[in-house]
């Protein structure tokens, strides 16, 4: 969502013709991302450059010792300024906000400097919240997107991240999604965190109290989440952003309901 407001926002002020839209596939975006930022270019208006990369090359990337977000941008954002470089635009713009300036953890914000990648969003001195309402304000499509962030983030620090990983996340997320949906429970937030010996299911509250007032459903569920993760141990929390991507995080407290 974060992006389509600087897109749309370059659209307005450049115009189509200089402004070009890009997004890195790779094995930690999801197909539905993907499908997503092609639908949303397609509605601005905006030239779309999808650019293959393979983070997973990277060791730095792979190990996943708490800075995995540094690699990655620093593999994505190389080579969108290389594209941006061969068609003769200036600036590359993220849409990093101020919020995320304020984080305790973002080391994807040191390759983005190191780049030279502007942030029109944290530079203007707006948060996630201001951000959702320019997007409402100008009907963008995506403005009441939850947050999506790349399938590795579900992997929690210092569990290697592989290409099989992020594939059992993005099939266990679709059961979990799927198993809710049909019993007509919408899902918003919805993260399937991989562990080093479990896993861990974290919904919106709704979700999560729905579950709750049936527990021979909650089991059901994470029966199959093990099932396709292959871990027979799992549990159903509360959604927590960036619940796996630090130490600090890992050691937070939650409250979760165990499997049995």
């Not at 499908?35 to 990369?53: D, F, M, N």
């Not at 973002?106 to 001195?125: F, H, M, Y």
């Not at 799992?234 to 995080?249: D, E, K």
Request: charged share 25%; aromatic share 4%; glycine share 8%.
């Amino acid at each position: 969502m974060d992006s389509a407001v600087v897109l749309a926002a370059a659209l307005r002020a450049l115009g189509p013709s200089r402004t070009l839209a890009a997004t890195a596939d790779s094995p930690a975006l999801a197909r539905e991302e993907l499908r997503s930022a092609r639908v949303t270019a397609e509605k601005l208006g905006a030239e779309l450059t999808v650019l293959a990369t393979d983070e997973l090359a990277v060791p730095g990337y792979r190990a996943n010792a708490g800075d995995r977000c540094y690699f990655c941008k620093q593999t994505v954002l190389s080579r969108v300024t290389a594209v941006a470089a061969a068609r003769g635009f200036r600036h590359v713009a993220t849409g990093t906000h101020s919020d995320d300036r304020r984080s305790a953890h973002r080391p994807g914000l040191r390759a983005a400097k190191e780049l030279r990648v502007v942030e029109p969003l944290a530079d203007a001195g707006l948060g996630k919240a201001r951000v959702r309402g320019v997007a409402r304000e100008w009907g963008l499509p995506v403005a009441e997107k939850p947050g999506s962030p790349c399938l590795a983030s579900r992997i929690a620090v210092g569990v290697p991240v592989s290409r099989e990983r992020l594939e059992l996340v993005e099939r266990s997320e679709h059961t979990v999604r799927s198993y809710l949906t049909a019993r007509q429970v919408a899902v918003r937030d919805l993260r399937v965190r991989i562990l080093a010996e479990a896993f861990r299911v974290e919904l919106d509250s709704p979700s999560r109290r729905w579950l709750d007032r049936r527990p021979d459903q909650a089991d059901a569920l994470l029966s199959q989440v093990g099932l396709v993760v292959g871990m027979p141990t799992g549990t159903i929390a509360s959604y927590r952003a960036g619940g796996v991507s630090s130490t600090a995080a890992l050691s937070g407290t939650t409250q979760e309901r165990p499997s049995r």
